[in-house]
């Protein structure tokens, strides 16, 4: 079987798509193309419904295996291999999501630019994510100079662009060196590249929004040291409750 088509790898603002019903499983549903987001790269899989002609389901989760997207199902009936369905994601948490991402990488590009750490890891929920820096140490105040410079250049507007690099090209770009772009499997031919134009460019495969300035204002909520050379920051969009 083929790989299930992955609609929000090129268009993250589609909320919904006609497809159909490839697999059928307990509590698991596979389409022959999806605008469910499958978890990765530290972004939580979509949640949303699957509906067709007479009933409809929840999707509670949204993961990749072995190439294809799985959705996590809840519902009494189940819609039979070859319905024609349409998915639709909770749009509301996913653009919270995609503010959060875009938010973590303007927050990688500034860090490293300005004081020159690596990230070492990183986590989100929506509007909630923390990220780990290769830093000695790490402060409140730090915290404080990292956040009004985050929010000077989010406000700017800096375009966020999705590229389909072939892997040896990926491989000899010094931002992408930087962010370990050679971890990524052999058998990965072509590279997602996304890049916050002249802030952050890095191998990834979430959903991110066009611009900086949809993020908004940014918090940084937390400084915590996670060992030698590791610490930590904790953000929030500004808007979160
Ligand atoms: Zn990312």
Request: hydrophobic fraction near 40%; charged fraction near 30%; include cysteine.
């Amino acid at each position: 079987m083929s790989e299930t088509v992955e609609l929000a790898s090129r268009d993250s603002y589609l909320n919904r798509c006609e497809a159909v019903v490839s697999v059928v499983a307990p509590g698991e549903l596979q389409l022959d193309r999806t605008v469910f987001y499958a978890r990765g790269g530290g972004q939580p899989g979509d949640i949303g419904i699957v509906r067709w002609d007479g009933g409809q389901v929840r999707v509670d989760d949204t993961l990749r295996r072995d190439g294809m997207v799985v959705h996590l199902i809840s519902g009494d009936e189940l819609p039979a291999p070859g319905t024609p369905v349409e998915a639709v994601i909770d749009w509301e948490r996913r653009y919270r999501l995609m503010r959060t991402h875009t938010a973590l990488h303007a927050l990688s590009g500034v860090v490293f630019r300005d004081f020159g750490a690596k990230v070492t890891g990183g986590n989100m929920e929506p509007g909630v994510a923390r990220m780990d820096f290769e830093l000695e140490g790490i402060s409140t105040e730090f915290g404080r100079l990292v956040e009004e410079r985050l929010n000077g250049e989010l406000i700017a507007g800096y375009p966020t662009e999705i590229l389909f690099l072939a892997r040896e090209i990926a491989l000899s770009d010094p931002d992408l060196i930087r962010t370990k772009v050679n971890l990524i499997p052999e058998y990965v031919k072509e590279i997602r590249v996304v890049d916050i134009v002249g802030l952050d460019r890095q191998a990834d495969g979430g959903t991110h929004v066009r611009s900086t300035v949809e993020v908004g204002t940014v918090r940084v909520v937390k400084t915590e040291s996670k060992g030698k050379a590791n610490k930590r920051m904790r953000i929030e969009l500004a808007d979160s409750l």
